[in-house]
């Protein structure tokens, strides 16, 4: 997805938890930055106001929150992680501990173009031995033919579509906000 206009942080962020109190990521979901900083900035500031403004919808199934970087969430746990690479093995290889042994079911890369690929590679590898796995990437293009905007290329590049019950016409809310926000809800373009 190429959006920084829409807040595609907290979109996923909204799915993520989603997914968790309902049980469709029992191995977890690992959420993935370019800095550990980036993931205490993203704890602090969106994810625990989120569970205090929703005590009774979301802040009743979060289990532990006395850590930054992990927080379980029914019976499954969300793990905030930096996508820097920090061992240098015998010159040959980067890698990271904080990527490592870690099951997951989805894994979401936000700001995937300030990721080192093979940061990447080894995210993705959290979810070999799942059923579900689900991969996010999110980002602000920074160059042509490359990372996000890459992705976006390869892809289908479907948008969605919501059909009117009224009207019976279609909007697409990335499309059109924001202009498909009326009062602080979601409204058809094309009759209001």
């Keep these: 997805k190429k959006g920084a206009q829409l807040g595609f942080t907290e979109i996923e962020v909204l799915r993520t938890l989603h997914g968790l109190i309902h049980g469709q990521y029992p191995k977890g979901v690992l959420y993935l930055f370019p800095t550990s900083d980036d993931c205490s900035d993203f704890s602090k500031a969106r994810f625990g106001p989120l569970i205090r403004s929703n005590p009774d919808t979301i802040g009743r199934f979060v289990r532990s929150t006395d850590s930054t970087n992990i927080k379980q969430i029914g019976t499954g746990f969300l793990y ?31 700001e995937r173009d300030l990721m080192a690929n093979n940061a990447i590679e080894m995210a993705l590898e959290r979810m070999s031995h799942s059923d579900v796995r689900e991969q996010v990437e999110f980002s ?53």
């Design 80 to 110: 905030l992680r930096g996508a820097r690479l920090t061992a240098n093995i015998e010159g040959a290889k980067r890698d990271s501990s904080k990527l490592r042994s870690i099951p997951v079911d989805r894994v979401l890369f936000d």
């Design 140 to 192: 602000t293009p920074t160059v042509p033919g490359y990372g996000i905007d890459l992705a976006y290329e390869a892809s289908g590049q479907g948008l969605w579509m919501i059909k009117c019950r009224h009207c019976g016409k279609e909007t697409c809310l990335e499309v059109e906000f924001p202009n498909c926000v009326k009062d602080g809800k979601r409204v058809c373009i094309h009759c209001g």
